[in-house]
């Protein structure tokens, strides 16, 4: 059976670690990237008679991001203990909100799309596993790191709207400066739970656990949706499951059965008292909003008149729109400016795998080196060399005053000298074969050793065979 007409349904699930200072229940260090075991407490191992206090600032920023996203705001939020048996869980149970969350009822637009939020609530992180050849070790130091989880209502119908999504909530994330949102280091998961719907009836849904890369999140959307598929054309039953992906095959597999919620057994948690946020928290947080990416992006449109294209890739990196914005006030040309910044410097960025922060020429250095281009002081011919040897640190940015234009009497001289030695190709010019003149205007712009305005010389070439 072919499967015509069905529709993919995607929910999502994203944990995203806070930036604190120390852990959610206790006072160490929310560091986990140190030796082993050595940031941990009878707290966060969860040894019997200890007491979790919360973590006042993990609230602060938690509650920022629900505003962010345009959460209502529950006055009053409870915590819950979550059991599963797992070895980097040393409670046997996880501090997480359950039926009463921080905030629900959110959403963010995504190309006019709306994408429900159902709700956005706090809860600690549990420990690492590390496999050896012969042994699992466990690793502390993560265990009660404050995490924020976000779960959409199932509104993606396609791995590109789930990873625009995730683009936004990631600049949203940086741009509130409240996570690091790096993927890679696991300062942002990704759970999406897929199924297909046809014939206005879905299909189970399956959930991939642990995606740390957009890459990853794509191609096993991608991967998944294909399978779904082809067990349903074929007849079969799409069975319930929590699934890892493997990066290397390309596929996912099966990790466990799906829990329901029954089997995590939340019940209330006895030692933390009701979270009450007040109306005059709320209005605070508030106002410590600052301007977020999409706003941003209009913005940079209407004040620096550049494309939408171009502002969306620059807010995309805060850094990046900082560095732009501050160049912007050093330029005469913004144009020019905006054209290099996006065609040259990112990809030289993106060739050496670097950060703005990182790039070798200064802004100064390189606002000096627009407004030389920009005022024609520099030989157009060369442009590109002389650029990349100044980031490479070939030659200093004193070194472009030896670069000027030579003198328009040398001009005249070479380009007469040209004319006088190409007498045939001047003659096919005055025949008609107007396209020899590249050939008698590569000529000049070698003899001037690139120092020399190609689209100049061609005029002054023409203004000659003309008047001849």
Not at 148 to 163: A, W
Not at 177 to 193: Q, Y
């Amino acid at each position: 059976m072919e499967l015509n007409n069905y529709e993919v349904i995607i929910g999502l699930e994203i944990h995203c670690q806070l930036k604190t200072n120390s852990k959610l229940f206790c006072s160490c260090p929310a560091e986990f990237e140190k030796e082993p075991n050595i940031n941990v407490c009878p707290i966060c191992l969860g040894f019997p008679g200890v007491l979790p206090v919360l973590n006042k600032k993990a609230v602060e920023l938690a509650l920022k991001l629900a505003l962010a996203l345009n959460c209502e705001i529950n006055k009053k939020s409870t915590f819950a203990r979550k059991h599963y048996f797992y070895p980097d869980l040393p409670k046997g149970y996880q501090i997480t909100q359950y039926k009463e969350p921080l905030a629900y009822n959110g959403y963010l637009l995504i190309d006019n799309k709306k994408i429900r939020i159902r709700r956005v609530h706090l809860e600690e992180d549990s420990g690492k596993l590390i496999h050896t050849a012969n042994e699992t070790l466990v690793d502390f130091n993560r265990a009660g790191v404050p995490l924020v989880e976000i779960v959409t209502e199932p509104d993606f119908r396609s791995p590109k709207e789930v990873v625009s999504f995730i683009e936004e909530l990631k600049a949203i994330l940086i741009y509130l400066d409240i996570s690091d949102a790096d993927m890679e280091k696991g300062n942002l998961r990704c759970e999406p739970n897929i199924s297909l719907r046809y014939n206005n009836y879905p299909s189970e849904r399956r959930e991939i656990k642990n995606l740390n890369s957009l890459k990853n999140v794509y191609q096993a959307l991608e991967y998944e949706i294909g399978y779904q598929k082809s067990l349903l054309e074929k007849g079969k039953k799409v069975e319930r499951a929590t699934l890892l992906w493997n990066e290397k095959e390309k596929r996912t597999e099966i990790m466990r059965a799906k829990e329901e919620e029954e089997d995590y057994r939340y019940f209330p948690e006895p030692d933390l008292p009701p979270l009450i946020i007040r109306e005059e928290d709320i209005l605070k947080i508030k106002e410590e909003i600052k301007e977020l990416p999409k706003e941003r992006k209009e913005r940079l449109i209407r004040e620096y008149n550049i494309k939408e294209e171009f502002a969306e890739i620059i807010i995309r990196d805060k850094n990046l729109c900082d560095y732009y914005e501050n160049l912007m006030k050093l330029v005469k040309d913004k144009n020019l400016a905006t054209n290099w910044l996006i065609n040259e410097v990112l990809r030289i960025l993106n060739e050496k795998n670097i950060k703005i922060n990182d790039f070798p020429l200064k802004m100064e250095e390189f606002s000096y080196f627009l407004n030389l281009l920009s005022d024609n002081k520099l030989p157009m011919g060369n442009i590109k060399k002389i650029f990349y040897e100044l980031v490479e640190k070939k030659i200093t940015i004193k070194d472009l005053a030896t670069l000027l234009p030579e003198k328009k009497e040398d001009w005249d001289r070479v380009i007469f000298e040209v004319l006088e030695k190409e007498k045939e190709v001047v003659e096919k010019y005055k025949k008609g074969k107007k396209g020899v003149i590249g050939y008698l205007i590569g000529q000049v712009v070698k003899k001037l050793e690139g120092k020399a305005d190609p689209r100049k010389v061609k005029e002054k070439i023409i203004k000659i065979l003309e008047e001849d």
